[in-house]
């Protein structure tokens, strides 16, 4: 993690060693902010606050592979399951000469993920608990999503391959 400081516009490392970070965003306390570690399924909380400065914390394991995170309305957190676990890609993340492979030699559609296809946000809570799942299992109207936004009453659902966005 990239830290800018725009007093004299330098930047710094304050968090390095992380498995494909994804999804950052700061939370409502304004004290920390979560991340997305997509590959090892997991949101972690980054603390910038005096008292816990540094520290890095896991919030949040889920059975899938974590994208963006978004603030929701209501104070909570959404993020959107890229895809989810299974044991074909559970063995692929222990062999990486098979990995570097796969990802020269394999077609992304053919990658081992289950239900790479299949639309899912979590709703959470800064403490990790779960307050609910939204899914489209069939993978027909909301395949593949990669990020969560609400707007009034309504989350928009976006995705890297979709040619909409969802509501």
């Known amino acids: ?3 800018y400081d725009p007093c004299d516009r330098s930047t710094r490392t304050v968090l390095g060693n992380l498995i494909y970070p994804n999804g950052v965003c700061r939370t409502s306390d ?3 902010l979560l ?3 997509t590959w090892v399924r997991r949101v972690n909380r980054y603390w910038f606050d005096w008292t816990k400065r540094g520290n890095v914390e896991e919030v949040l394991v889920k059975p899938g592979n974590p994208d ?4 929701l309305l209501d104070s909570s957190y959404g993020v ?3 895809g989810t676990r299974g044991p074909a890609r559970d063995l692929a993340l222990t062999k990486p000469a098979f990995r570097k492979r796969m990802t020269r030699q394999v077609a992304l559609a053919n990658w081992p993920f289950l239900n790479i296809n299949t639309g899912c946000v979590i709703k959470f809570t800064e403490r990790g608990e779960i ?6 299992l069939r993978g ?3 395949p593949m999503v990669t990020s969560v936004t609400e707007h009034t009453e309504y989350l928009y659902l976006g995705g890297v391959a979709n040619n909409r966005v969802g509501k």
């Open 1 to 3: 993690m990239i830290c």
């Open 30 to 32: 304004r004290l920390s």
């Open 35 to 37: 991340f997305a570690e």
């Open 68 to 71: 963006n995170i978004k603030r």
């Open 80 to 82: 959107a399951l890229v």
């Open 131 to 136: 307050l609910g799942t939204y899914r489209d």
């Open 140 to 142: 027909h109207n909301h």
